[in-house]
């Protein structure tokens, strides 16, 4: 709701545009099974996709960055493993790591979005600079969403 009603009217630039509802997809559990996440993720896109009239694109953006993450999952990983109870946010896994992981995810999910929609490699730079911009703007959103959501844990 927030990506339609408020950040889909606000206009930073023609090369920045943040899509803060792949947050939905960063912030789910560890311990939630990949057919889950991708359901998830295919729900949202198709919801963010008939409000804005972009016939999959969101879709199927929203789906491989489901897709994609448990790898990243997996890379990023501690050498122990994750704790039970621990969420993949920046209260419990630190700044370090969610830069990689949200940022991974963040990059994947526009680099295919962004030239899905151009669908030409005759505007790469451009299109480049869009993915850079946007992808910083969206991990700033992120970030920021998640103080907003989550409260730091009393030490």
């Given at each position: 709701m927030l990506q339609v009603l408020v950040v889909q009217n606000l206009y930073l630039s023609s090369y920045i545009v943040p899509?803060?509802?792949?947050?939905?997809?960063?912030?789910?559990?560890?311990?939630?099974?990949?057919?889950?996440?991708?359901?998830?993720?295919?729900?949202?896109?198709?919801?963010?996709?008939?409000?804005n009239s972009t016939s999959g694109i969101h879709a199927s953006s929203a789906l491989?960055?489901?897709?994609?993450?448990?790898?990243?999952?997996?890379?990023?990983?501690?050498?122990?493993?994750?704790?039970?109870?621990?969420?993949?946010?920046?209260?419990?896994?630190?700044?370090?790591?969610?830069?990689i992981y949200a940022g991974s995810l963040i990059l994947i999910h526009h680099f295919y979005f962004f030239y899905l929609e151009v669908f030409r490699f005759s505007e790469f730079f451009n299109v480049l600079i869009r993915i850079i911009l946007s992808s910083v703007?969206?991990?700033?959103?992120?970030y920021l969403l998640q103080f907003l959501i989550y409260r730091q844990p009393k030490r």
């Open positions: 899509y803060p509802y792949i947050l939905a997809i960063l912030i789910l559990p560890f311990e939630t099974p990949r057919i889950l996440v991708l359901l998830i993720g295919l729900i949202i896109g198709v919801s963010i996709d008939l409000f491989l960055t489901a897709f994609a993450r448990y790898y990243i999952l997996k890379y990023v990983s501690p050498r122990e493993g994750y704790d039970a109870g621990v969420k993949p946010i920046v209260y419990d896994m630190g700044l370090q790591w969610y830069i703007a969206t991990f700033v959103f992120c």
